[in-house]
């Protein structure tokens, strides 16, 4: 079966500071892979996503960036961080791009 | 307009209650909607996948549409506290490839 692994659980960083999330896919090929921040009591915003290695679609101008090095990983990065990246970053990969999302359980990250 | 509204709630409701949660959407060209049950401090995890053409049940939930109003539902029978959650709704988006658009999604206290 498909499993899905994302870390840490939670992070707390400075301003300023650089960010690097990862997650990856076991028990299937050539996923979707998508990276999403949940803002407290909002919906889901897609920041990523991303077909097949070293292809990335961004969704959002912003500060942040994402890259696959290999088909099962993906990583979401920025150089310094700002107070608005605060949030709950969701990874998720599906079968193509009209398929359910399966997500991972999450990297909370506080900046300060 | 948003491409897919939820109450964000919450929703309390006792033990053993029918519950219904809603999404209203405005792409009248969908062919399919997911639920999603996020626990508190977790990613989504799915629950339903319906087609647009009729109804759906699994157990105590059940799924349904109403295209004339654009409407989608899903229904909880007999409540339980461990329902307690945050359901959001999908589907996806012709605009975008089709890849889903989610709900902002209903906070649900079940009360026991």
């Known amino acids: 079966s498909q499993t899905i692994h994302q870390w840490p659980a939670t992070l707390v960083q400075p301003v300023g500071s650089p960010l690097s999330l990862e997650c990856t896919v076991e028990g299937t090929s050539n996923p979707n892979l998508y990276w999403y921040r949940q803002a407290a009591g909002r919906g889901l915003q897609l920041l990523f996503y991303?077909?097949?290695?070293?292809?990335i679609s961004s969704e959002v101008p912003q500060n942040l960036s994402a890259s696959r090095p290999q088909d099962r990983q993906f990583i979401l990065s920025s150089k310094k961080l700002l107070l608005s990246d605060s949030g709950f970053y969701l990874c998720?990969?599906?079968?193509?791009?009209?398929?359910?999302?399966?997500f991972g359980n999450g990297t909370r990250l506080t900046v300060t | 307009q948003k491409e897919v509204e939820q109450d964000p709630g919450p929703l309390s409701v006792p033990e053993g209650a029918i519950v219904s949660l809603n999404c209203t959407y405005s792409n009248s060209a969908f062919q399919y909607f997911m639920w999603y049950r996020q626990y508190s401090r977790k990613g989504p995890e799915l629950l339903m996948y319906t087609y647009s053409s009729g109804n759906k049940e699994d157990g105590r939930f059940t799924a349904q549409v109403d295209k004339s109003s654009k409407y989608i539902s899903l229904f909880i029978r007999d409540s339980q506290p461990s329902d307690s959650a945050t359901y959001l709704c999908?589907?996806?988006?012709?605009?975008?490839?089709?890849?889903?658009?989610f709900g902002g999604g209903t906070r649900l206290m079940v009360k026991p």
């Open positions: 999908a589907i996806p988006n012709n605009n975008a490839g089709n890849m889903l658009t």
């Open positions: 998720a990969w599906s079968v193509s791009r009209d398929s359910p999302l399966h």
């Open positions: 991303s077909v097949g290695i070293g292809q």
